[in-house]
């Protein structure tokens, strides 16, 4: 059982695609984080988000808490963009966090 | 600025054979955390360190040890290695508790393969 479900698996875009990732998490969180982990494996922290919406340049994080689900959207995409990103759940009592098994984005030029 | 260190960055292992993963971090942070990463599957913590001084278990702690040798490194020992073992290996800090914002940061991780 995955407290936080990823989707799609692996997505494949053309330069100047609007891409969206979804994440659906099952327990009750204080927050919920969006990483990047690039080709080479270093994970960067893109969002911290407990509610409403964040914009980071053509990166734009979501969050429904009454219906659990986040989303991440790239505008505008770029073959810089391809990476896998993982959304994780940062629960609301404890110190384990949930991690998605992240969606690997490959963008063509 | 280096953030959070993790050496080394590539091991292979016999089975049996024992060995020590370093990190350490220059953000004054006082949270440490140990990950695997294996194909199919999240991140998983093995360990943390929410405090210098102190130690908690993860999802995924059976086979490692860990000691917080003081506020800047948090080292992960595998006492004899095993192929279940193969994995690549994260090592993190935040300031408080959190894999994102508020200055998570990861390491380049460690891949190691047990053969």
């Known amino acids: 059982k995955n407290e936080v479900e990823q989707s799609p698996q692996n997505l494949t875009a053309q330069e100047g695609e609007f891409i969206t990732i979804n994440c659906s998490y099952s327990v009750g969180i204080s927050a919920l984080h969006w990483l990047q982990q690039h080709p080479g494996g270093g994970i960067v922290s893109l969002f911290m988000l407990s509610s409403g919406k964040k914009k980071h340049g053509r990166l734009i994080a979501t969050i429904n808490i009454q219906e659990k689900h986040s989303s991440l959207h790239i505008t505008a995409s770029h073959p810089r963009d391809s990476a896998v990103y993982i959304c994780a759940a940062e629960p609301n009592t404890g110190n384990q966090f949930y991690f998605g098994t992240g969606t690997s984005l490959t963008v063509i030029p | 600025n280096a953030g959070v260190t993790q050496t080394p960055k590539f091991q292979v292992l016999k089975t049996g054979q024992s060995m020590t993963l370093q990190c350490a971090q220059d953000?004054?942070?006082?949270?440490m955390y140990w990950y695997r990463q294996d194909p199919g599957m999240g991140l998983r913590l093995i360990y943390y360190s929410a405090s210098e001084g102190t130690t908690d278990k993860g999802e995924v702690p059976n086979g490692y040890n860990v000691s917080r040798l003081n506020k800047r490194e948090f080292s992960l020992r595998l006492e004899s290695a095993a192929p279940s073992q193969t994995s690549v290996y994260f090592c993190?800090?935040?300031?408080?508790?959190?894999?994102?914002?508020?200055?998570?940061?990861f390491g380049s991780g460690t891949r190691l393969t047990v053969v």
């Open positions: 953000m004054n942070h006082n949270s």
């Open positions: 993190a800090s935040s300031e408080y508790g959190g894999p994102g914002g508020y200055g998570y940061t």
